[in-house]
């Protein structure tokens, strides 16, 4: 069974593209997106092909902004990250599912509420700066209400990695990055290849517009 893709759809997975994924530096990463209104067959290709796309990046979510698209939506699959299984736990809609049913997940206007709990540093990276880590302080636990690609409303409660990523996503549809958040001796660190990557990214806009 495939919680995500409706079978009537399924002839949209033959034609999958990857796409450009945008770099630090592009504008539109910093732009908050626009709520997701249509919930159509261009937005299941739109998530089939952002989903391709951070597989072959080997990533763990990505969200519209990364593919030029200021978008209330993101993707996740955490399932690839090995050893990723231990590290959250989530409930959806009040239910414990089995993963597979759950993932891989598209959302849409997403809203997270972050819980109390303890706060947790970790190293994280992000597909718009290749290469490039620093910690990053949240919380363990969040909860996130969210519709599907049908336009269903549905509530996530997680902890863990799955909070982490969630956490991660939310904030790249606001047009907030992880460098905003990150631990300031880490920032400084990687200060210098976050400032020739923007020069890079603004370089190539200027010569071929993305
Ligand atoms: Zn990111």
Known sequence: MCF????????????????????FGDPVLRQKGDRV?????????????????????????????????????FVVDIRTKS?????????????TVPVDILMPLAVANPEVEILPDDEWLYSEGCL???????????????????QDLQGVPHEIVCDGLFARCVQHEFD?????LFIDRMEKADLLKIQTK?????????????????
Do not use: N, W
């Open 172 to 176: 790249h549809c606001q047009g907030v």
């Open 4 to 23: 995500l893709f409706p079978s009537a759809l399924s002839a949209v997975l033959l034609f999958v593209m990857l796409l450009p994924i945008r770099k």
């Open 83 to 95: 050893g990723a299984d231990s590290e959250y736990e989530f409930t959806l809609d009040g239910k």
């Open 194 to 210: 976050v400032k020739q990557l923007k020069r890079e990214t603004l370089a190539r806009i200027k010569e071929f517009g993305a």
């Open 128 to 146: 718009s700066f290749p290469g490039l880590t620093g910690s990053v302080v949240r919380r363990e636990k969040a909860r996130l209400r969210y």
């Open 37 to 73: 209104t249509a919930f159509d067959s261009t937005l299941t290709k739109l998530s089939v092909d952002m989903l391709e796309t951070m597989y072959a990046a080997k990533g763990i979510g990505l969200a519209a902004q990364q593919i030029g698209k200021a978008l209330q939506f």
